[in-house]
């Protein structure tokens, strides 16, 4: 039953020793990146100062921030300071804008400047402080969606180990229904029978993926079953609820823990998947998969507003799947090297 488990593990088990390292590092980025986005992202993600002006920037640029009155702005490529107030050109667009209107004129023009180090999508918003935000969206969803997954799979896998037989075969029988039902057809109807949100999504993927971590928990749990130590502590009269929760489940967890760091990937994958499709984590609200679904139709002409989330995308289940394996090592006492 820990087939699929193994092979996954053991698919990266070859992967050298600093690439698992890496791999550690990178989720310990990300996870620092997503806690500080407040202060490290350069702008709000939702930011729209002007979008005519800022919609598909590309890398690197750099404008002049014209902050007007009325609670109005501008984003200007060239700037020349008149004696009356500002000559601005945008795109292919001149104005002269009068000093009266202007907040923030100085001698030499405007003091504001707007930096979009990986340009700007569709609505002039930077890319940079929305994958920032986007990487607190997608990690969130994916780590609570595991933690719904992890403890209702080892609540079903333990009940059906230690239960009575006829437990087990209804649970069990019960998980092949599900494992054998199509998994996108299931998320897809339930995510069309409500209305798509961000608790939605957590609900769906939790909901969805705790049918493998109940097999392995109840294969770990059986097999655990006749070993001597537990034997012992039947024969002290030990309740089987405290010989399931202090010596069972703790020696049951270390391939659950590295089946559910494995999911993670997975469920970013997910989750960026559902958003692309519109059926996830909803605009304006930023996520790495409604992110590269904002530049699926201006692939060729302003490529960065899909290709960094994406990017981020495969950084992160990468970096998951290292996680994975390096768990495997320090947790695995047959991994260890005498």
Same mark, same amino acid.
Request: charged fraction near 15%; charge should be negative; hydrophobic fraction near 40%.
């Given at each position: 039953m820990a087939e699929p488990l193994t092979a996954s593990v053991t698919g990266s088990a070859t992967a050298p020793r600093r690439l698992r390292t890496g791999g550690v590092v990178l989720v310990a980025l990300a996870a620092l990146v997503a806690l500080a986005a407040p202060w490290i992202a350069p702008y709000s993600p939702t930011d729209q100062l002007d979008p005519a002006a800022g919609r598909y920037r590309p890398p690197g640029t750099v404008l002049a921030l014209v902050?007007?009155?009325g609670e109005r702005y501008l984003l200007v490529d060239? %700037?020349?300071? &008149?004696?009356?107030?500002? +000559?601005?050109?945008?795109r292919q667009e001149t104005e002269e804008i009068p000093a009266s209107e202007i907040l923030n004129l100085t001698p030499d023009g405007v003091a504001d400047r707007r930096i979009f180090l990986l340009?700007?999508?569709g609505y002039g918003r930077d890319v940079v402080s929305r994958m920032i935000y986007g990487a607190r969206i997608s990690l969130l969803v994916a780590m609570l969606s595991v933690g719904l997954a992890l403890t209702v799979g080892l609540a079903v896998g333990s009940a059906?180990?230690?239960?009575p037989r006829w437990l087990d075969s209804v649970l069990m029988r019960g998980v092949d229904a599900l494992l054998a039902f199509p998994w996108l057809f299931l998320v897809l109807t339930l995510t069309a029978l409500f209305r798509p949100s961000t608790t939605l999504v957590i609900l769906v %993927?939790?909901? &969805?993926?705790?049918?493998? +971590?109940?097999?392995?928990v109840r294969a770990e749990i059986l097999g655990l079953q006749t070993r001597q130590f537990?034997?012992?502590a039947r024969g002290l009269g030990l309740h089987p609820l405290r010989i399931l929760w202090r010596h069972l489940l703790p020696n049951a967890l270390t391939p659950v823990l590295v089946q559910a760091t494995l999911a993670v990937g997975n469920l970013i994958l997910a989750e960026?998947?559902?958003?692309?499709?519109?059926l996830g984590v909803q605009p304006p609200t930023a996520s790495w998969g409604n992110m590269v679904a904002d530049g699926r139709d201006v692939l060729l002409t302003a490529w960065w507003v899909s290709t960094f989330p994406g990017l981020a995308i495969v950084a992160a289940v990468v970096a998951f799947n290292l996680l994975g394996d390096r768990l495997r090592?320090? %947790?695995?006492?047959?991994?260890?090297?005498?």
């Open positions: 902050e007007l009155t060239h %700037l020349e300071r &008149t004696p009356t107030g500002l +000559i601005a050109s945008h340009g700007t999508d059906a180990a230690t239960g %993927l939790g909901g &969805t993926s705790w049918m493998g +971590i109940s097999r392995l537990i034997l012992a960026s998947a559902l958003s692309f499709l519109g090592d320090l %947790l695995d006492p047959r991994t260890q090297k005498g």
